[in-house]
């Protein structure tokens, strides 16, 4: 089993910046994958962002690509989402995702991943 903790969710102005953070517990080789998922009231979870912690390879949905950056420090077993330039439509809650594997093509795909943090909130005001 995983354990994730997320933190960094705010309430701040169009515009600024927040860094998530996801500290994942548990053995290594359950989180080769990680993703960040985000849901606001009335909308299906979506896919922001996804990183292979081995290869380092990642790719964003086309909504925050350029604005945001995924990232995970091995030491520290933590993943990160670095979030600029935030819109109001960036606001939900955010929860870090994770799983041993994760077919192809699917990385948006919530039912990709197994292990789920509690979330947490971003808000964006103009």
């Known amino acids: 089993q995983v354990q994730l903790v997320e933190s960094g969710g705010a309430s701040v102005q169009a515009g600024g910046s927040l860094r998530l953070s996801c500290v994942a517990f548990g053995h290594r080789n359950l989180w080769y994958y990680m993703g960040w998922f985000r849901q606001a009231p009335g909308k299906e979870r979506e896919g922001v962002a996804y990183?292979?912690?081995?290869?380092?390879?990642?790719d964003y949905a086309d909504s925050v690509k350029d604005r945001f950056t995924i990232s995970y420090d091995n030491a520290k077993n933590t993943l990160y989402l670095q979030m600029n330039s935030l819109k109001p439509e960036d606001s939900a809650m955010y929860y870090c995702?994770?799983?041993?594997?994760?077919?192809?093509?699917?990385?948006?795909?919530?039912?990709?991943?197994?292990?789920w943090g509690q979330g947490t909130q971003v808000t964006v005001s103009s």
């Open positions: 990183i292979y912690t081995i290869g380092g390879r990642t």
């Open positions: 995702a994770a799983d041993p594997r994760v077919t192809g093509g699917n990385w948006y795909l919530a039912a990709e991943y197994n292990y």
